[in-house]
């Protein structure tokens, strides 16, 4: 069965840090692009990173270039998303998905976790 599993999730003040982690089961992280992907209230779901599965390439969306960063550990089969410098607007519920292939687009992504709060406060 696959299953991805976040964490990390809680509340910090603006300018403060959080790592999340997806943990991978029941395929290899590393034959998958895994993306992560926000949905705030009653917004669209974003996608905001994503690790390929070929080479390692790494993607970020614009709102969240130079504060995030994407890293896999093949060893414990799980994906980090290490968040600095938080703003408020960044408060949204955190998705990992698995998929394909390299995208910000939700819809090729074939697992997805159940998701972890972040929220960030003033």
């Known amino acids: 069965e696959v299953q991805l599993v976040e964490s990390g999730g809680g509340l910090v003040q603006a300018g403060g840090s959080l790592r999340l982690s997806c943990a991978v089961s029941g395929f290899t992280s590393e034959d998958y692009t895994i993306g992560w992907f926000r949905q705030a209230p009653g917004r669209e779901r974003e996608g905001i990173s994503c690790i390929g599965s070929s080479d390692g390439s790494t993607y970020y969306a614009d709102s969240v270039k130079g504060r995030f960063t994407i890293s896999r550990d093949n060893a414990k089969n799980t994906v980090y998303l290490q968040m600095n410098s938080l703003k408020p607007e960044d408060t949204a519920v955190y998705y990992c998905?698995?998929?394909?292939?390299?995208?910000?687009?939700?819809?090729?992504?074939?697992?997805w976790g159940q998701g972890t709060q972040v929220t960030v406060s003033l």
């Open positions: 998905a698995g998929g394909s292939r390299a995208t910000m687009a939700p819809s090729p992504y074939n697992y």
